[in-house]
Nanobody, 115 residues
Framework: QVQLVESGGGLVQAGGSLRLSCAASGSIFSRSAMGWYRQAPGDERELVATITSDGYTDYADSEKGRFTISRDNAKNTVYLQMNSLKPEDTAVYYC?????????WGQGTQVTVSS
């Protein structure tokens, strides 16, 4: 059915930037809402940002002004541009695709921000 593959994670210093990508299989991408979530060790998975099929975006308060979610429907890809990174942003970041019946998840990509 649907497969999501995240990439772009890595190790950066505080104040640096990363751009995460999530490539989706199938033709339903352009009609689906997408999201980025993250999970730090010992914590629950939390919402970072969402984007609807027509491009409307929403962000968690802690990320607003630093992170930007976008999508390229021609490439079946959603992005998360992360600027001014902080150590508390360290987590595994997961891509999400929402359908009427199920939420699909990628395997995650590690983001580590050092002080």
């Amino acid at each position: 059915q649907v497969q999501l593959v995240e990439s772009g994670g890595g190790l950066v210093q505080a104040g640096g930037s990363l751009r995460l990508s999530c490539a989706a299989s199938g033709s339903i991408f352009s009609r689906s809402a997408m999201g980025w979530y993250r999970q730090a060790p010992g914590d629950e998975r939390e919402l970072v940002a969402t984007i609807t099929s027509d491009g409307y975006t929403d962000y968690a308060d802690s990320e607003k002004g630093r992170f930007t979610i976008s999508r390229d429907n021609a490439k079946n890809t959603v992005y998360l541009q992360m600027n001014s990174l902080k150590p508390e942003d360290t987590a595994v970041y997961y891509c999400n695709l929402r359908t009427p019946l199920y939420n699909y998840w990628g395997q995650g990509t590690q983001v580590t921000v050092s002080s």
